[in-house]
């Protein structure tokens, strides 16, 4: 009954910004946190941000500065805010949510920053 919903995704120049959303529909229990991994082609799927259910956040070295997440419980959502984009972060972005027990995956959404 859980389902992750990614959107936000599109084309950006270099240099611009997007704000992906993660609405999370069913509920959790005992969720531990919440993330956004990316994938490119021929490139492992890698976190790029993390946030605990205590608030805690975690960001791969290569976005920190640039990205931001965030959440809104209230509305069982999640976002990241993504600025200064590279071609590098051309990738398709998935929200992720787990608990002790399992992960709970989005479908992604394609991310594209020309040069």
């Known amino acids: 009954q859980v389902q992750l919903v990614e959107s936000g995704g599109g084309l950006v120049q270099a240099g611009g910004s997007l704000r992906l959303s993660c609405a999370t529909t069913?509920?959790?229990?005992?969720?531990?946190?919440m993330a956004w991994y990316r994938q490119a082609p021929g490139i492992q799927r890698e976190l790029v941000a993390a946030?605990?259910?205590?608030?805690?956040?975690n960001y791969a070295d290569s976005v920190k500065g640039r990205f931001a997440i965030s959440r809104d419980n209230a509305k069982n959502t999640v976002y990241l805010q993504m600025n200064s984009l590279k071609p590098e972060d051309t990738a398709v972005y998935y929200c992720?949510?787990?608990?002790?027990?399992?992960?709970?995956w989005g479908q992604g959404t394609q991310v594209t920053v020309s040069s």
């Open positions: 069913g509920s959790i229990f005992r969720l531990n946190a």
């Open positions: 992720n949510a787990r608990n002790a027990l399992r992960d709970y």
């Open positions: 946030i605990t259910s205590g608030g805690t956040t």
